[in-house]
């Protein structure tokens, strides 16, 4: 029965539906079958069965004998199985000429819409909260050299980021650039404390402004991700965009670092408001030193690699990048 299904699907892999294959398997068991006898012999539902013979007839795989009871025989396996193949040949060549035809057809319309770009394509808006958090790790996962960020209330960071850590450690490590302003009101705020002191053991410059005009990242000058206040709406409505402009990103660039000069770093700022943080755990401590261990090693793996990679001229890997909060 396994052999019977066995070459049943092969058989269907030459064009035959299954009832067909059955029905020809059944027929070279012997010299002729009634519809009957055929039937019952591949196990074919007897209404179904004539439709399946004139079938294997039209395709030249069985021949009908007429008589009183009409009889039914299969033609030779060798016969059969070339007339198959010279089928699915003259197939094959008819999807050969008409895909010849239709990309040819198609082809100037392609052409002719990749002449045609969005003006704005390099605008994204996100309303979704899931894709703007999405966003947000993305571009913390895929930053290489820089992340500036601005962050203001409202704050929806959770208590624990540990990739944003991470992030933070290893871009740290590599020698990169990791900056976040926070706006004075994250002083009044204590859980936040605890996660930017997690932040600054991490690596990360954090200094504190005493208003920033949105939220925004900027990452690796090009990519500016900012949460704009609607100036119409009266219920706190933001919108968020994610711009992928060197322009813009190096204009807001600029607005960063001028205001990131003038301000005093999470240091001062307690001092000046008349606070201090208290140490971190000594397990917390220790996790962030050996993320900043890890993170030096992948750095210096990094660039060995790079190292290489030009000595035998072949591209150099990229180390991944990432940040921490907005």
Not at 130 to 158: G, K, M, N, V
Not at 178 to 205: H, W
Not at 218 to 236: E, F, K, N, Q
Request: net charge negative; proline share 6%; hydrophobic share 40%.
């Amino acid at each position: 029965m396994q052999t019977d299904d066995r070459r049943a699907a092969d058989l269907e892999e030459l064009g035959l539906t299954n009832y067909e294959a059955r029905v020809y398997l059944a027929l070279i068991r012997r010299d002729v079958f009634t519809a009957a006898e055929v039937a019952r012999e591949a196990g074919v539902p007897r209404q179904r069965v004539y439709d399946v013979l004139e079938g294997l007839i039209r395709r030249q795989l069985a021949i009908l004998h007429p008589g009183r009871v009409a009889g039914y025989s299969a033609v030779a396996p060798d016969t059969a199985v070339e007339r198959l193949i010279e089928q699915q040949r003259r197939s094959l060549g008819r999807l050969e000429r008409l895909s010849s035809e239709l990309a040819r057809e198609l082809k100037p319309t392609y052409e002719s819409g990749r002449t045609h770009t969005d003006p704005l394509d390099y605008v994204e808006v996100l309303r979704d909260p899931a894709d703007i958090t999405e966003r947000f790790a993305r571009l913390q996962s895929t930053a290489e050299r820089e992340l500036l960020s601005f962050s203001r209330p409202p704050w929806y960071t959770p208590t624990e980021n540990i990739a944003g850590l991470e992030a933070s450690a290893r871009l740290h490590a590599a020698g990169r650039t990791v900056r976040s302003l926070y706006s004075r009101a994250v002083l009044e705020d204590p859980a936040l404390m605890e996660v930017i002191n997690l932040f600054v053991a991490a690596g990360e410059e954090i200094r504190i402004a005493e208003d920033l005009p949105l939220k925004m990242i900027i990452a690796d000058g090009s990519t500016v991700l900012c949460d704009m206040p609607d100036p119409v709406a009266r219920d706190g409505a933001t919108t968020t965009l994610c711009i992928r402009h060197p322009s813009l990103a190096a204009a807001l660039t600029l607005a960063f670092r001028s205001i990131w000069e003038s301000s005093p770093t999470f240091a001062e700022a307690l001092k000046q408001a008349g606070m201090e943080l208290p140490a971190l755990p000594s397990s917390m401590q220790q996790a962030l030193d050996d993320q900043a261990a890890e993170a030096a090693e992948a750095a210096e793996a990094a660039e060995t690699a790079a190292d290489d990679a030009a000595e035998d001229g072949s591209a150099p890997v990229q180390p991944e990048g990432s940040s921490a909060q907005i």
